[in-house]
């Protein structure tokens, strides 16, 4: 398995997660990556992503100033640290590697994680 996420978990509203992407392939550190998220019975959507350096992120409007991006490349790691979490945010988020150093469409991740559920209670 190329990418293994974990983190995800069981939290009350206004709560905190840091949710975790290992990647084992050596092209790591020069693509863009991102994460997206999928709740029952909705398609997949765009959470937020990061450029092959760091130096550039994007993030949706539902999660912007909640949600941070990161990545270690050093640990060939891409970090989601979610706060003041809401109900809507009940979902599976999915890690993805671009085939490109930067991007923000979907079409440009071609490498999926397995996921980690996140759920949160009111």
């Known amino acids: 398995v190329q990418l293994q996420a974990s983190g995800g978990g069981l939290v009350q509203a206004g709560g905190s997660l840091r949710l975790s992407c290992a990647d084992s392939?050596?092209?790591?550190?020069?693509?863009?990556m991102g994460w997206f998220r999928q709740a029952p019975g909705k398609e997949r959507e765009f959470v937020a992503a990061i450029s092959w350096s760091g130096g550039d992120t994007y993030y949706a409007d539902s999660v912007k100033g909640r949600f941070t991006i990161s990545r270690d490349n050093a640990k060939n790691t891409v970090y989601l640290q979610v706060n003041s979490l809401k109900p809507e945010d009940t979902a599976v988020y999915y890690c993805a590697a671009a085939r490109v150093r930067w991007s923000v469409y979907d079409a440009d991740f071609n490498s999926w994680g397995q996921g980690t559920q996140v759920t949160v209670s009111s």
């Open positions: 392939s050596r092209t790591f550190s020069t693509v863009s």
